[in-house]
């Protein structure tokens, strides 16, 4: 069975990429991205060394994309809030977001989080990237292997989008509705109807 690593690169296409081809456990952190990319293969620009950029390889999990987002939101600070399905939020701006890509051995689970510089109409940190790598890391190891009623559960005491009225956009079809909860692998339940995916829009 391959080791582990644990990659720290200059620039990349994305730390997905090379995170990819390495063997669960592995770790692969960049100052720059060239092709870095969200859900629904948006774009994700930073200059070089102004965001921490990691992918880690874990064993998949249904409960996965939560457990990351309420590591990396603890590990930001008390007032950084989850907004379904993988935003991690600052005052309402969006401060970063999580991409988990899963294969039948193992899923990547891509992380970015402005620190020094934001897009405009987004939010930033300040706070030294290998501090909130460390936090992130720990983070990590603590939801992962939590009970799943727990991550649910911190998953939404951090929640920004329960309870109130969203949008939704699946297959180029929208519906809005008020956010109730979510279910017991993480699909947004809104007004009565679970949804597993879709791009949320906070009304």
């Keep these: 069975m391959a080791e582990a690593q644990i990659l720290r690169l200059g620039s990349v296409s994305s730390t997905q990429d090379v995170a990819r081809a390495l063997p669960l456990g592995s770790i692969v952190i960049a100052d720059h991205q060239t092709a870095g990319r969200g859900r629904l293969d948006r774009r994700w620009d930073a200059p070089a060394g102004a965001a921490l950029l990691v992918?880690?390889?874990?064993?998949?999990?249904?409960?996965?994309?939560?457990?990351?987002?309420?590591?990396?939101?603890?590990?930001?600070?008390?007032?950084?809030?989850?907004?379904?399905?993988?935003?991690?939020?600052?005052?309402?701006?969006?401060?970063?977001?999580?991409?988990?890509?899963?294969?039948?051995?193992?899923?990547?689970?891509?992380?970015?989080?402005?620190?020094?510089?934001?897009?405009?109409?987004?939010?930033?940190?300040?706070?030294?990237?290998?501090?909130?790598?460390?936090?992130?890391?720990?983070?990590?190891?603590?939801?992962?292997?939590?009970?799943?009623?727990?991550?649910?559960?911190?998953?939404?005491?951090?929640?920004?989008?329960?309870?109130?009225?969203?949008?939704?956009e699946v297959s180029g079809k929208a519906v809005e509705g008020i956010a109730q909860d979510i279910g017991p692998h993480g699909e947004l339940i809104i007004d009565g109807t679970p949804f597993v995916a879709g791009s949320v829009t906070h009304l």
């Design 55 to 168: 992918s880690f390889v874990l064993e998949a999990n249904p409960l996965l994309s939560l457990a990351l987002g309420i590591a990396a939101a603890e590990a930001c600070g008390p007032n950084v809030r989850l907004k379904w399905p993988n935003d991690l939020l600052l005052e309402g701006k969006k401060l970063g977001g999580i991409l988990v890509e899963t294969t039948r051995e193992k899923a990547i689970c891509g992380l970015g989080v402005n620190l020094t510089w934001a897009p405009q109409g987004a939010a930033r940190l300040d706070q030294p990237r290998d501090e909130l790598f460390a936090r992130v890391r720990a983070g990590i190891q603590t939801w992962t292997s939590s009970e799943p009623e727990a991550v649910l559960a911190r998953w939404r005491e951090l929640s920004a989008t329960l309870g109130r009225r969203v949008r939704i």
